[in-house]
């Protein structure tokens, strides 16, 4: 994206000069008129404005945003950004070439946009399949939990949320999915001797009042893959869903490790008595286990 915004600046960098150009002989010859090379009075102003609404928010964005890192600059929000520059710069080239050479340059035009979007459902679309298990489990603890829409747990804001939810669905306006429901009944119905295939990790790390669970696995890619870690006890259900753990090597080209990991606030959970568990999912077939126990204290 970076190589292909510079490439593109140095085209509208031609196209600005050329059209400054043209408009210093129609302000020497007493003739101020914004013409472009092809005779479009209307697409140059229009391109124009949009052009130097853009550049203004990138200015903004590029002042204030990069304290939080750079990679902020190529976020999806901000996307929309050089999308639209991408097409401003496609209708200046098309009103400044001739009406001969115009037809080909659409179907040219058409055709790289074709490829553009078939390439984005096969970069995005795992990640929507990834995102669409989070809201799953998000959802489930969201409704029993009163956690799982981004919010603190406990906190003030997660006591209104909850509040909203409630009566959302009692006036029928909104019912929670219930695709991970049959997960959800095999987590509760597991026996508590169920042995774990997995080789897990759990450290508690008290001074940052955390619990990081770590398992080498590497997830299939099905619509439901993937692993479930729960706490489970006689009144509660928590369960979160582990992530592909990002590769730390110096191998530029692997993305992801052979294992997955999540980091949870102790302040997350009640304090009780929990069974820990893993449930993993691979197309249709399922493994529950039951790792060990831990005592979650208040203020732990």
Aim: aromatic letters at 14%; proline letters at 5%.
């Amino acid at each position: 994206p970076i190589a292909g915004g510079m490439v593109l600046s140095l085209l509208v960098s031609t196209w600005l000069w050329q059209l400054g150009r043209s408009w210093i002989r129609q302000w020497n010859a007493n003739k101020w008129k914004v013409q472009s090379r092809g005779n479009n009075t209307t697409l140059t102003p229009f391109l124009l404005g949009i052009l130097f609404f853009l550049l203004s928010n990138a200015a903004v964005i590029a002042l204030l945003r990069p304290r939080f890192g750079f990679f902020v600059m190529v976020v999806s929000n901000y996307k929309l950004y050089p999308a639209l520059y991408l097409m401003v710069i496609y209708g200046a080239f098309l009103g400044g070439v001739s009406a001969q050479w115009r037809p080909t340059v659409q179907k040219i035009g058409l055709g790289m946009s074709v490829a553009i979007w078939l390439l984005s459902m096969v970069h995005y679309g795992p990640m929507m399949v990834e995102r669409r298990k989070d809201f799953y489990v998000n959802a489930f603890n969201q409704q029993y939990n009163g956690f799982g829409l981004g919010h603190e747990p406990n906190s003030e804001a997660a006591k209104y949320v909850t509040n909203l939810m409630q009566e959302l669905e009692a006036a029928n306006i909104y019912t929670y999915p219930y695709a991970y429901q049959p997960y959800i009944d095999q987590i509760k119905s597991v026996d508590s001797t169920a042995k774990c295939p997995l080789e897990v990790t759990v450290q508690l790390q008290s001074s940052q009042n955390r619990m990081l669970v770590t398992a080498p696995h590497l997830p299939t890619r099905g619509l439901n893959d993937g692993v479930l870690f729960f706490l489970r006890s006689s009144q509660k259900l928590y369960v979160f869903r582990m992530q592909q753990k990002i590769y730390g090597g110096r191998n530029v080209l692997k993305r992801y490790e052979n294992s997955v990991e999540v980091t949870l606030p102790l302040a997350t959970f009640l304090p009780s008595v929990y069974q820990m568990g893993f449930m993993v999912i691979e197309g249709s077939q399922t493994k529950v286990c039951i790792y060990k126990s831990i005592n979650i204290k208040p203020n732990s």
